[in-house]
């Protein structure tokens, strides 16, 4: 069986998402796309030469009985409706992050979603599908490192576009994090603080950079993230947890090593698509199998989009409020609990 794509936003991610399934994934492929550009929907149908509908809308194309899955990749403000037409016509559906941009947009989603009484959802968090932390949450997960205690994360962009405001760095780059540490550790978070150290000349004048974001779980670990978004040498991306038998580092990103001129070098991606292209390759693929395999999506839920939206408000008002914050989440419905955790439950 091929899995029949609807994508909603064909810009820049909906795009490479058309390429990987069209190009290089298996199982999957794209029978409708539409965009409020529709010049941009025409351009990704000859460019990928599709066989694909072109719709003038969302609702359009969640109506049509040719598509089983949406994919959605318009900008964040528009997901939510199209998310809750897909549940309602009973369609699975991959919507990048955010699920919706409130949590209250996500909780609407979570409640549609366990109505219609079966996983339809998967939140694009691709870092749950990077080599590098799958390696860290196996070494989390064996007890190797034994309990986590501490994990120290870092976020850097070499520079970002007059449009990038203070919140954007939690809502747009933290929330990577935000959804990645709580999977890593099996916890949930319990508060939030941010500070800002001294502001670099790069950073224009609306935009407070760098930012040192502490979170506190449940369980009492205590993660701190910086987010410094012009930093100008690269993207990098760190991620080290203190155990309490031992400390585990995320994996550099493999290049080769140079010795030249005295100086012993290994390059630095600078474009963040370039870290985690493998990721994003991975993650779809799973969408597609395991819906063929289990009848349901595998990968991040929309009760963790509903998390990732609960974490960032909280850190946005510690932006603006200096104290610590409460992170206060509903409970989780059981539809949402893994195994292990209906486990500890019972
Ligand atoms: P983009 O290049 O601006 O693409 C969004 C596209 O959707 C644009 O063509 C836009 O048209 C269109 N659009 C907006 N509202 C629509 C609607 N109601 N129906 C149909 N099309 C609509 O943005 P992007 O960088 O691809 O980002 C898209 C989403 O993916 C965002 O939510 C972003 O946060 C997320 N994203 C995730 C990752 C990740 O690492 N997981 C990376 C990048 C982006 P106009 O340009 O005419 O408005």
Redesign the pocket.
């Known amino acids: 069986m091929t899995l029949k794509f609807g994508v ?7 795009s490479e998402h058309i390429k990987r399934i069209t190009n290089h994934l298996s199982g999957g492929k794209i029978v409708a796309v ?4 529709e010049a ?1 929907a025409r351009n990704v149908v000859n460019q990928f030469e599709l066989d694909a509908v072109i719709y003038p ?2 609702k359009a194309l969640v109506a049509d009985d040719n598509v089983d899955a949406v994919l959605v ?4 403000p ?2 939510e409706q ?1 998310v809750l037409a897909a549940i309602e016509a009973g369609k699975y559906v991959f919507c ?3 699920l919706a941009t409130t949590a209250e947009g996500c909780m609407r989603i979570v409640e549609a979603e366990m109505k219609h009484g079966k996983r339809l959802v998967q939140v ?3 870092r749950r599908y990077d080599s590098g932390y799958v390696q860290l949450k196996q070494a989390i997960d064996s007890n190797y490192i034994g309990d986590p205690l501490m994990v120290r994360c870092v976020h850097r962009n070499p520079s970002v576009g007059e449009n990038y405001t203070t919140d954007m760095a939690i809502h ?1 780059t933290l929330i ?1 994090e935000i959804d990645v540490l709580h999977w890593l550790i099996n916890d949930d978070y319990k508060s939030v603080q941010v500070a800002f150290p001294k502001k670099t000349s790069r950073a224009l004048a609306h935009l407070s950079d760098p930012q040192l974001i502490t979170l506190e779980t449940n369980s009492g670990i205590i993660i701190t993230a910086e987010v410094f978004v012009n930093c100008q040498y690269g993207y990098d991306i760190q991620c080290e947890v203190i155990g309490e038998e031992g400390v585990a580092y995320l994996p550099e990103f493999p290049g080769i090593t140079t010795r030249k001129n005295a100086k012993l070098g290994t390059s630095i991606l600078m474009d ?1 698509k370039d870290r ?1 292209i493998e990721a994003y390759d991975i993650e779809l693929q799973d969408f597609i199998d395991s819906i063929k395999k289990t009848g349901e999506p595998n990968g991040p839920t929309s009760w963790d989009g509903y998390i990732a939206a609960v974490t960032a408000d909280a850190c946005v008002k510690a932006q603006q409020t200096g104290e610590k914050e409460p992170v206060t989440l509903a409970e989780k419905p059981g539809f949402y609990k893994n195994e292990k955790e209906v486990v500890q439950q019972s």
């Open positions: 909603i936003g064909t810009g820049a991610i909906g539409t965009d409020v550009n941009s809308d969302d990749t318009s900008w964040g528009a997901h199209s990048e992050k955010p694009g968090f691709m747009d990577h963040w985690f």
